[in-house]
């Protein structure tokens, strides 16, 4: 199975202020990768896929983007609705596996 | 747009079977797949399985022995269910569709507790 390290597991961040979040993938899966935004009632909402298209509505300070087996989640300047939790998930091969999670915290 | 709608027990009984529907709307069951997710604690979040638009599915290997994933074109509906519940079934159960990519919209999930 594909392992998706996702790091850190927690951030402490202003608002305003611009974060990235990382997952490294333990093999190759090209572009196969999303990212999820999780709400605390457990809503789930995709934000990034396939590493760097933005879905339909999401704010255009969020990108996504790869460098070799590190995927990278950017928000350019944090809001306070962006203070929640995001998952990254490749889809590459089956099992589809997913990241441990970031929690993003306001400082 | 796409919508996702589950429906499902909230409490199971060990060693008893989890049963959840999936209504879809906004598209069409025999063009796109959906796939079943589940959230716990302990375990983050795991991939179950998914069925094809076509009605082939495929299964995590882990549970490839007690799930079955079905579907009705006609009613848009998918069916999940897994068998022999244990307390380390307790999750929040997700149906996701791959209507614009993979795993682009998600249910609201469906809280299962297993216990007596």
């Known amino acids: 199975d594909i392992q998706m390290t996702q790091s850190p597991s927690s951030l402490s961040a202003s608002l305003g202020e611009r974060v990235s979040l990382t997952c490294r993938a333990s093999?190759?899966?090209?572009?196969?990768l999303n990212w999820l935004q999780q709400e605390p009632d457990g809503t789930i909402k995709r934000l990034i896929y396939?590493?760097?298209s933005l879905d339909s509505g999401v704010p255009k300070r969020f990108s996504g983007s790869r460098s070799g087996s590190d995927y990278s989640l950017t928000i350019s300047s944090l809001e306070s609705e962006d203070f929640v939790d995001y998952y990254c998930?490749?889809?590459?091969?089956?099992?589809?596996?997913f990241g441990s999670g970031t929690k993003l915290e306001i400082k | 747009q796409v919508q996702m709608k589950q429906s499902g027990p909230g409490l199971v009984q060990p060693s008893q079977s989890l049963s959840i529907t999936c209504t879809v709307s906004?598209?069409?069951?025999?063009?796109?797949?959906v796939n079943w997710v589940r959230q716990s604690p302990g375990k983050g979040l795991e991939w179950l399985g998914v069925?094809?638009?076509?009605?082939?599915?495929d299964y995590n290997a882990a549970f490839i022995s007690r799930l079955n994933i079905t579907k009705d074109n006609s009613k848009s509906q998918v069916f999940f269910k897994m068998n022999s519940l244990q307390a380390d079934d307790t999750a929040i159960y997700y149906c996701?569709?791959?209507?614009?990519?993979?795993?682009?919209?998600w249910g609201a999930g469906t809280t299962v507790t297993v216990s007596s």
């Open positions: 996701v569709s791959n209507f614009y990519w993979y795993f682009d919209v």
């Open positions: 906004g598209f069409s069951l025999t063009t796109y797949g």
């Open positions: 069925i094809w638009s076509g009605g082939s599915t």
């Open positions: 093999q190759d899966i090209g572009a196969s």
């Open positions: 396939a590493t760097s």
């Open positions: 998930l490749q889809f590459a091969n089956s099992p589809f596996t």
